[in-house]
């Protein structure tokens, strides 16, 4: 029986997922939300979609990938505490992300009496919300389906407000199953306004534009800025206005890999009089140079630098989670959301350079240099390249070069893996849609790219997910979800048979000690057997082609699985074998 009237809490609750606009809702089936499951099949009509994942650390990746395209959140169940528990490392990254996610969770029966013996006791927690408070925004679990609209409200108002993070509502099971009481309060959804972004300081802002225009030589550090997309084009024009050279440090995308102004790569800070950082989360790591084997930082800014912060800072830190890195003294620092302060800066620096001429000058020959050492710059890189070309197994920076040179006539978007910078330095990354930054390493990529492939799904972008061999022997049921819910990719697998980041690490205390380097591959190599990524795919459903360790054969086999792609609509895998590094 289909009816369309509420008559169950989890019916409500769908109501609300509904009414805030949740598109998708990935899950893993469990019984401590079987209401509100059953409640968004029938009564919800299948509104919002669910994507079934084989594991809740998908569900929350595929959530993360999501809200990192489009800036909302989606919606992921959890079932109880074990749910919550796999979920962990998910929503501890969309946290260091800040990302929003509306987390949902089922528990109890909270009242012991209706508990079944054994399972019910073990799979429960006392205010479970507490297990993920270190690392998410707010959690309620409230104790009544007429709390349930106030707490919704709040959970997504706080989900969507910068810093942005993930947020998580608990329901008892009887708060789902039960019939709704008589009179059930509501909240006016128009009138639950998200707060406006913080404008900078204008004194603050204009000490900065004096400063840049001071300068002999100013560098820019952004990180995140590129989270919205229209405070790219200001960076753009403010590098331009005042030469400015830009290093995108690449939590999102901030800056064209060809502007002439992107100096990505490059030693500009170690001679710099004034460094500006933009939404730069750990500006120490910028700004310093680590000795791996004391493990020990000094700084290589040169004496008397200047250091100038334009961003939240500080908001929303945790005490818990040490995401907000090593604290950096600043001369200047400027609370504020960057896509309101940088067109403010941008309009005070142009009235600095038209009426100054001997500015005008300096910048003018500055632009020249910078240009100079950007074409430099991508001059090496290239001599590189070449120097590693004919390598076997490929090199990563020729699988870079082959896949861009598959993928750079469709309309693409970038997920997953850099190939140790590989990416950034060969293709042309003109687009905020086209890179959406970074990564945190093994165990994050696959959901992640399942997440951004689900927002583009039906829009005709080709996403191509450079997919390391660990990270996808964590989460190998994303492949499944792919096929089973029809959501289109190009997966270039990143296989160098090792977790060779942590093999590095080994030959380092190797060196220390005077153990023998030989042995830093023990425990360390995915090889002997070597897995077949290509047969896990096509077991999946996918097409997949591979192991291939010739770089010439790597172009062609990429461009027949965009051809299955587009005529398809199947996700497609080609497994490269690659050199460690």
């Not at 501890?92 to 929003?100: G, R, S």
């Not at 909270?110 to 993920?132: C, E, F, K, N, Y």
């Not at 310093?288 to 961003?311: K, M, N, W, Y």
């Amino acid at each position: 029986m289909v009816y369309t009237e509420p008559r169950y809490g989890s019916d409500t609750i769908v109501d609300l997922m509904q009414a805030y606009g949740l598109e998708y809702l990935a899950l893993n089936p469990g019984a401590t939300f079987r209401g509100l499951h059953d409640s968004l099949v029938n009564y919800g009509q299948g509104r919002p979609p669910i994507i079934e994942c084989t594991h809740e650390e998908i569900a929350v990746f595929t959530a993360l990938g999501y809200a990192k395209v489009t800036g909302k959140p989606m919606g992921v169940i959890l079932h109880d505490v074990v749910g919550l528990i796999h979920a962990n490392l998910a929503i501890y990254n969309a946290f260091l992300e800040k990302v929003p996610i509306m987390l949902f969770g089922g528990t109890g029966p909270m009242d012991t009496q209706q508990r079944r013996p054994g399972i019910d006791w073990d799979h429960t927690a006392l205010v479970q919300g507490s297990a993920i408070r270190d690392y998410t925004k707010w959690d309620d679990q409230p104790t009544s389906i007429q709390g349930v609209p106030e707490s919704f409200a709040r959970a997504y108002k706080t989900a969507v407000t910068e810093p942005k993070g993930p947020v998580y509502l608990c329901f008892d099971v009887p708060l789902q199953e039960d019939p709704l009481p008589p009179r059930m309060p509501s909240i006016n959804i128009d009138r639950v306004s998200v707060p406006s972004r913080i404008s900078p300081d204008p004194q603050a802002l204009a000490e900065v534009a004096a400063l840049l225009s001071k300068a002999e030589n100013p560098v820019v550090l952004a990180d995140f800025t590129g989270r919205n997309p229209e405070s790219v084009g200001y960076l753009a024009q403010l590098a331009e206005t005042m030469a400015l050279p830009v290093l995108d440090l690449s939590g999102r995308f901030n800056i064209a890999t060809n502007h002439h102004l992107n100096l990505s790569g490059s030693n500009l800070v170690e001679s710099a009089d004034l460094i500006l950082a933009l939404d730069t989360y750990d500006l120490s790591g910028a700004t310093t140079r680590r000795d791996p084997a004391s493990r020990l930082s000094s700084s290589i800014t040169p004496e008397g630098c200047l250091v100038v912060e334009i961003g939240l800072g500080d908001l929303g830190i945790k005490p818990w989670a040490h995401g907000y890195q090593r604290f950096q003294e600043t001369d200047l620092s400027v609370l504020a959301d960057t896509s309101l302060a940088l067109p403010q800066l941008l309009e005070m620096c142009q009235a600095h350079v038209n009426k100054n001429s001997s500015l005008q000058s300096k910048l003018q020959q500055r632009a020249g240099f910078l240009a100079e050492q950007h074409q430099s710059l991508h001059a090496r890189w290239n001599e590189q390249l070449e120097a590693v070309w004919n390598q076997k197994p490929t090199s990563p920076a020729r699988l870079a070069h082959e896949i861009f040179q598959a993928v750079k006539n469709e309309q693409w978007v970038h997920s997953g893996n850099g190939l140790n910078g590989w990416v950034r330095r060969l293709w042309d990354i003109t687009d905020p849609t086209q890179y959406l930054g970074r990564g945190h390493g093994t165990a994050t990529q696959v959901g992640t790219t399942l997440g951004v492939a689900l927002a583009h799904k039906g829009d005709d972008k080709l996403v191509v997910a450079i997919e390391p061999d660990g990270d996808l022997l964590f989460d190998p049921g994303a492949l499944w979800t792919a096929t089973h819910d029809r959501i289109p990719m190009l997966m270039v697998m990143y296989n160098n048979r090792s977790y060779y980041n942590d093999w590095e690490h080994q030959k380092v205390v190797a060196g220390i000690r005077g153990t023998p380097e030989r042995n830093a591959y023990l425990g360390m190599e995915i090889d002997n057997p070597g897995p077949d990524f290509a047969g896990l795919a096509r077991s999946f459903g996918w097409y997949a082609e591979g192991p291939i360790d010739d770089p010439d054969e790597v172009q062609a086999a990429l461009k027949r699985a965009i051809d299955v792609i587009k005529q398809d609509g199947r996700p497609a895998l080609v497994d490269t074998v690659t050199q460690h590094r």
